[in-house]
């Protein structure tokens, strides 16, 4: 019985396929990266070594080679590889796959099923692949460029293990680079600047890359081209960012943290990769506005409004002139004193208030409007502050039951230096009285 998802299609010539295609390694030891998941003593070259494979989930970008190994895993472990995209797929597809599956199997012949785009599955479709994973029917394998912990389902996770492919480094580009021209039989017409430049633009995809050097090499010159030169005939492969997706909780992580350390220059960076990846500028006008109470707080007390001014600025001008004033707000959030007190106040100051939530007001800050209430002792013994010495009476104003809550540290650093001073005066003249 033929399989509607097997890939044994008749081959085309060899000089008609993409030269991805035909530079697909025949084996993992021709893969080029991922020394992390394919080594020795890697999770997957121990598996291969026990003959244990189990089944597996790929995460990471786009053309660093998921599809590729699991085509030779199953070619490793002798088992039939059926590949079909989640994209393309529904539950019918999925249906005839696990048939197929079992007849293979009453035969003695093992599938391993590639799943492209895994994630886009339902959690009603993912929750199919599982009876069949345990009986030993299929071997999954997913792959996908979104976080696993956020879009594959627990049931199916607990039963693969997740394996991390990263982007090809300007080493192993250059080494398919190589092995380009080796197929091609002639170098690129380029450069070293420009060669360097090629690389750069691939952005760490490895089938990119070789879309690039198809193109180059069909160039007819006689002289090696220039960065410049390059840049005129190749556009730019175009940043991997999904505004939902991993990509953009990892640059704003980035963003976060770069303004946090006090980095304009790496705060800048990352702002600007948010940019051109297609992020709404709205959004980083509001997150910058949460960096600016949250990590700069009380310590400059005028962060915000710079932030509240530049989100009003960029309202006004629109794009691209408004993103200029967001910017000048990521700097000074950037170099402004640092300090999260009033964050981790408010914090500790939630978590008593849900712990001692029926917990009412000592009496005497309570008001007494009626003889009832008076006759209780609302108000009895409340003292007037403006009344006091030094304008302070020192009062408790916590729940009687209640041990005093301490929450707001103030940091030596910026305002927040003369709020310490205050808190520090306050606190002995309560002690004293």
Same mark, same amino acid.
């Given at each position: 019985m033929a399989d509607l998802f097997d890939t044994g299609a008749k081959a085309e010539p060899a000089k008609m396929q993409p030269l991805a295609d035909r530079l697909r390694p025949k084996s993992l030891d021709e893969v080029?990266?991922?020394?992390?998941?394919?080594?020795?003593?890697?999770?997957?070259?121990? *598996?291969?070594?026990? $003959? !244990?494979?189990? /089944?597996?989930?790929?995460?990471?970008?786009?053309? #660093? @080679?998921?599809?590729?190994?699991? &085509?030779?895993?199953?070619?490793?472990?002798?088992? %039939?590889?059926?590949?079909? /995209?989640?994209?393309?797929?529904?539950?019918?597809?999925?249906?005839?796959?696990?048939?197929?599956?079992?007849?293979?199997?009453?035969?003695?012949? @093992?599938?391993?099923?590639? #799943?492209?785009?895994?994630?886009?599955? $339902?959690?009603?479709?993912?929750?199919?692949?599982?009876? %069949? *994973?345990?009986?030993?029917?299929?071997?999954?394998?997913?792959? +996908? +460029?979104?976080?696993?912990?956020?879009?594959?389902?627990?049931?199916?996770? /607990? &039963? !693969?293990?997740v394996l991390v492919l990263e982007r090809l480094d300007l080493a192993d580009l250059e080494r398919l680079a190589q092995r380009a021209e080796k197929e091609l039989d002639k170098p690129l017409p380029l450069t070293p600047d420009a060669r360097a430049a090629l690389l750069e633009m691939a952005d760490g995809d490895g089938r990119a890359l070789l879309n690039l050097i198809e193109q180059v090499s069909a160039w007819k010159t006689d002289e090696k081209l220039d960065p410049a030169a390059l840049s005129k005939r190749?556009?730019? &492969?175009?940043?991997?960012?999904?505004?939902?997706?991993?990509? %953009?909780?990892?640059?704003?992580?980035?963003? %976060?943290?770069?303004?946090?350390?006090?980095?304009?220059?790496? /705060?800048?960076?990352?702002?600007?990769?948010?940019?051109? @990846?297609?992020?709404?500028?709205?959004?980083?006008a509001r997150r910058i506005t949460r960096m600016a109470v949250e990590d700069i707080g009380l310590a400059d007390t005028g962060a915000h409004r710079v932030c509240l001014d530049a989100w009003e600025t960029y309202e006004r001008l629109g794009s691209p002139e408004g993103e200029l004033a967001l910017a000048q707000a990521v700097i000074y959030l950037a170099l402004a004193p640092k300090s999260n007190a009033a964050y981790v106040a408010y914090k500790g100051a939630m978590k008593a208030a849900k712990q001692t939530g029926s917990e009412p007001p000592p009496k005497h800050i309570l008001n007494a409007p009626t003889s009832l209430m008076k006759d209780q002792g609302y108000g009895d013994g409340y003292a007037y502050d403006h009344d006091a010495e030094d304008g302070f009476s020192g009062q408790n104003y916590f729940p009687e039951d209640m041990k005093r809550g301490v929450y707001y540290l103030p940091v030596e650093r910026g305002y927040e230096r003369e709020l310490k001073k205050r808190v520090d005066y306050f606190a002995k003249l309560r002690a004293k009285r």
């Open positions: 080029i990266g991922q020394e992390q998941v394919l080594g020795p003593d890697s999770p997957l070259g121990v *598996m291969l070594a026990n $003959n !244990s494979l189990g /089944s597996l989930i790929f995460w990471g970008p786009p053309g #660093v @080679g998921k599809t590729t190994i699991a &085509r030779l895993l199953a070619g490793e472990s002798d088992l %039939h590889f059926v590949q079909i /995209s989640a994209i393309f797929s529904g539950v019918q597809d999925l249906k005839k796959v696990f048939e197929a599956a079992k007849i293979r199997a009453a035969n003695g012949q @093992g599938t391993l099923l590639f #799943v492209d785009e895994i994630h886009r599955f $339902n959690k009603a479709q993912q929750d199919g692949f599982l009876p %069949h *994973m345990e009986d030993g029917t299929i071997l999954l394998v997913g792959a +996908t +460029t979104e976080n696993p912990s956020f879009e594959l389902n627990a049931a199916l996770l /607990s &039963r !693969s293990q190749l556009m730019r &492969r175009a940043a991997q960012y999904d505004k939902s997706g991993d990509a %953009h909780y990892n640059l704003i992580s980035a963003l %976060h943290k770069s303004v946090r350390g006090s980095d304009p220059d790496a /705060s800048l960076y990352w702002f600007a990769r948010m940019l051109t @990846g297609g992020e709404d500028p709205r959004y980083l």
